[in-house]
């Protein structure tokens, strides 16, 4: 556990971050080495299979884990404010959605794959393997939203490197289950869901074992788990809006998703592809963005506005800086960073068309998601959903529909409404923060001052 509310700001937000930042880091390699193992070893449609399947697991997972993300806030405000008692109530009911929620998601999405795919204009030809990688994947979910949680608690605590560790480990094991599965067993796009679900389980299990024998406030008992409700519904007034606006963020992703598989397999081998790349650029700001999240609820509760603000600024320049020196890289290596997923020409050259948009803009993102990780910090959970919102379907969802099917710019439309997006949703963030009102938000009572 660690105490953000004294000492250098710079100092300890890079410090709390740069686990998170490795720890996602080697969890989007879930998906990279998925997608490198089938791109390279089986083909184009099976890249393109498994890329599909991304925004509908985003969207099962988006609203749960909104909600569990109101976990982190309240326990690193109970955390700040020293209240273990409260804290404690708050780690039980957060074990108990988590769990319940994920037997749910697991039966729908089973039941739901065919339903899901057919909405989303799936090619027939990419359609069977795209279902059995989505249904193997569903099947798993409650450990991937079991981990997912535990690492929500840590990181209120400060706790980022146990969540780190474990993911080093489940990684590898996913690497050498998907080259055992894929290569060696032939079982194909089902070998490589095979290869994610038992790593996932892998990490979701050393979790619970390292906080049973490292931390009181966290250990699980399944026979002394207590439901309270108050402390769930502190959890959904922070989380729900959080998990409403990645549901639609989500739902956006598909609809963007349905526009670019209209395009064919090549289109959609080259979006997963440049996707893969994508999330790990926009790493530094995402992790950022937590850990202002966790820093502000932190000194929230300990009554240090001033002290909000530096990190605030320190989080900016140091997103911004990063963001610009991701974006000149895949700018100019765009072509290279697609051909590790696949040797297909046409695949390279979309994909390389797609860094040349989106690598300009990273900076813009970056803005975006640091303001909105002070917001959340303080409660104020609701603007930065309407933010996002709005530049999703005010901004991005109808620009895409515009500039491919209006204004006939092809698969370029789509890329080109990302920006877009970005731009509006990081200029609202920086002028509601500059507003002050979210200085005003209390959760958890007591008194602040500044300092």
């Known amino acids: 556990m660690k105490d953000l509310t004294s000492g250098d700001e710079t100092r300890q937000l890079i410090w709390f971050a740069l686990p998170m930042l490795l720890g996602n880091v080697f969890q989007q390699f879930y ?28 969207l099962m997972l988006s609203l749960i884990m909104g909600i569990a993300m109101g976990s982190t806030v309240l326990i690193s405000q109970y955390f700040g404010k020293k209240d273990l008692a409260s804290l404690s109530k708050v ?50 979910m409650i450990t991937t939203f079991g981990y997912n949680g535990v690492s929500a608690m840590l990181r209120g605590l400060g706790d980022s490197k146990t969540p780190l560790l474990l993911l080093v480990a489940s990684t590898l094991t996913n690497i050498v289950l998907d080259l055992l599965f894929v290569i060696s067993f032939g079982w194909g796009v089902k070998g490589a869901a095979w290869a994610t679900v038992i790593a996932q389980a892998i990490s979701f299990l050393g979790g619970l074992y390292v906080l049973d024998r490292r ?142 948009i989106v690598g300009f803009f990273y900076f813009a993102f970056s803005f975006m998601m640091v303001n909105n990780g002070v917001l959340r ?41 990302i920006p877009a997006a970005w731009m509006i949703g990081g200029g609202a963030s920086t002028w509601y923060y500059l507003a002050g009102r979210w200085k005003k938000k209390n959760l958890i009572g007591g008194v602040r001052h500044n300092g």
């Open 377 to 417: 910090g303080a409660g104020d959970v609701l603007v930065p959903m309407f933010i996002t919102l709005v530049a999703l379907w005010l901004v991005r969802v109808p620009a895409a529909f515009i500039f491919t099917r209006v204004l006939g710019m092809g698969s370029k439309g789509v890329w080109w409404s």
């Open 215 to 356: 931390n009181q406030i966290l250990r699980f008992r399944f026979k002394r788990l207590k439901w309270d409700r108050p402390s769930f519904s502190l959890m959904l007034k922070i989380g729900l809006p959080s998990g409403i606006q990645q549901t639609f963020v989500s739902l956006g992703m598909m609809v963007l998703s349905r526009i670019v598989n209209e395009f064919g397999a090549t289109t959609m081998a080259a979006f997963t592809a440049a996707s893969r790349i994508d999330a790990i650029a926009a790493l530094p700001a995402m992790n950022l963005s937590q850990a202002i999240t966790t820093f502000t609820g932190q000194n929230i509760g300990a009554g240090k506005i001033e002290r909000v603000k530096r990190g605030h600024l320190s989080a900016l320049g140091l997103s911004s800086a990063i963001s610009v020196a991701i974006g000149l890289v895949v700018i100019l290596a765009g072509a290279p960073l697609i051909g590790i997923f696949t040797a297909d020409a046409e695949v390279i050259r979309i994909g390389n068309e797609y860094f040349r």
């Open 31 to 58: 998906n990279m080495v998925d997608s490198f193992v089938v791109g390279r070893f089986i083909g184009t449609e099976a890249l393109a299979a498994v890329g599909t399947s991304f925004p509908i697991l985003f």
């Open 91 to 140: 780690v039980d009911t957060s074990y108990v959605f988590i769990f319940s929620a994920g037997i749910l998601v697991t039966a729908g999405g089973i039941l739901a794959t065919p339903f899901i795919l057919r909405a989303l204009a799936v090619p027939q030809g990419i359609f069977e393997p795209a279902a059995a990688y989505l249904r193997i994947i569903f099947a798993g």
